[in-house]
């Protein structure tokens, strides 16, 4: 009896001594990656080329093209176990010259006011003017009779939300505006709608973004105001309710073409069949760089497949890096992959995405299966002494939702967002916004993250 309880003690001995073994030698590789990162990423070379050379990325457009082919060069000079190209159908939406729009004050003269076309919107065709009704709810709207909106702009003003103080959490609870604005607005027979930027900054840069039209309900033309032209536009309106906006936009929407999503794999030692995918969007909206939204993603998913290759022996399981076409337009690359993966019946552990402004990054936001979020979370001391422990729930990764009931979790790098929208979808979205060891760090967090998961499972 005694021998078996010897024999007994030693062997959990052994076994105790392995996992804290094993245990130290993930910390040693994670301190790898944060070292090796911060040291030698090509990040800073690599943002220049995509805001610099390409510069903004709408889908369709000869810039979003050449971003395909570069990222794709990038990825086969690292070598993985295989590049390829995934086509995508996309739709193709031009904006055309600069937007005008002008109010009528009092003694007939102008103001000029600062818009951008919403991304999808239809044209004015010439000059469009009509008076403006502004509401700051969808109560007010709903409460005004049609004869109040007909013909007119309805003028969407409820600003995001100052005291949130997670600002991300501001713009998901005001976005609704933009996006289903014009269709609301339509309903009740507006001529066109205007919405207020979703920043919080006080400037005139307004802030484009997707938005909406609906089956059998009129298309109207709908347009961004800079946050200064919309407060000048309430003030005018409160002096003279009868004043008349004049909005000029040439924008079209062109036959979809096909497009690719860029993907590179390498093939896990242990459980090939078993994936986790890092990813991020090449397109962007055609103002400003598509720098902070999404080069900072595409840059930390290439350096996270440049990190996996500094490791002596490959990953458990098979890593994918995954970089979409058209997220900010009807996220067609996020669907086309997915749709992929299921006729593959392929088995998804993880579905992990960057696209939060590439600024310092907190943790991720996850969703998914409650037994894997719990097996993650605890991970999260292996990242907290990096500033990155925080997992929080509801991902905000668009390209990833496809994957909802493919992959055990979803995961979304999760950063500091209060420089995020000042410059989100607008001309203000460059380089010199971005710091180039935050955007490093988020790289980290992804290669961290996607290697526990590889190590581990689910």
Not at 334 to 350: D, V
């Amino acid at each position: 009896m005694k021998y078996w309880i010897c024999v007994a003690a030693v062997f959990l001995l052994f076994r105790n001594l392995s996992a804290q073994t094993t245990h130290e030698d993930k910390k040693a590789t994670i301190a790898h990656f944060f070292n090796e990162s911060l040291t030698n990423a090509p990040i800073p070379a690599h943002l220049h080329d995509l805001t610099k050379q390409i510069g903004h990325r709408i889908s369709g457009s000869p810039q979003a093209e050449a971003a395909v082919h570069w990222i794709k060069m990038q990825l086969e000079a690292l070598r993985p176990d295989s590049v390829y190209l995934q086509a995508v159908n996309i739709p193709v939406w031009k904006r055309g010259p600069k937007e005008k729009a002008f109010i009528q004050t009092a003694g007939h003269s102008l103001q000029q006011m600062q818009v951008l076309a919403l991304g999808g919107s239809v044209a004015t065709k010439g000059t469009l003017r009509a008076e403006v009704v502004e509401v700051k709810s969808w109560a007010e709207l709903s409460a005004l009779p049609a004869d109040k909106v007909k013909g007119k702009f309805v003028f969407y003003n409820r600003a995001m939300d100052p005291t949130k103080i997670d600002p991300f959490e501001a713009y998901l609870e005001a976005v609704d505006q933009r996006s289903i604005g014009a269709i609301e607005a339509a309903k009740k027979g507006a001529v066109g709608a205007l919405v207020r930027s979703l920043t919080l900054a006080k400037d005139d840069y307004p802030h484009t973004g997707a938005m909406q039209y609906a089956d059998g309900i009129s298309k109207i033309p709908a347009a961004a105001l800079g946050t200064r032209s919309a407060d000048l536009l309430s003030q005018k309106l409160k002096e003279n309710p009868t004043l008349r906006f004049s909005l000029e936009m040439h924008c079209s929407t062109l036959p979809a073409i096909v497009s690719n999503n860029v993907i590179a794999e390498i093939t896990g030692a242990e459980f090939p069949d078993e994936f986790i995918t890092i990813g991020a969007h090449i397109d962007s909206w055609d103002v400003g760089e598509g720098a902070s939204d999404d080069a900072t993603g595409i840059v930390q998913t290439i350096e996270a497949l440049r990190l996996f290759k500094t490791l002596a022996s490959k990953p458990k399981r098979s890593i994918r890096f995954i970089f979409y076409m058209n997220e900010e337009s009807g996220a067609h690359g996020g669907s086309k992959y997915a749709s992929a993966a299921r006729e593959n019946e392929e088995k998804h552990l993880a579905s992990i995405e960057s696209d939060a402004g590439g600024f310092q990054p907190v943790g991720f936001r996850i969703d998914g299966d409650p037994q894997a979020v719990d097996q993650i979370t605890a991970y999260s001391s292996l990242l907290s002494q990096y500033g990155m422990g925080r997992i929080l729930p509801k991902h905000r990764g668009v390209d990833i939702v496809a994957m909802k009931d493919l992959s055990k979790v979803l995961l979304s790098l999760d950063c500091e967002s209060h420089r995020l929208f000042d410059i989100h979808h607008s001309e203000l979205d460059t380089l010199d916004k971005l710091n180039y060891r935050e955007v490093t760090l988020g790289a980290v967090a992804m290669t961290v993250m996607a290697f526990l998961i590889s190590e581990y499972g689910l």
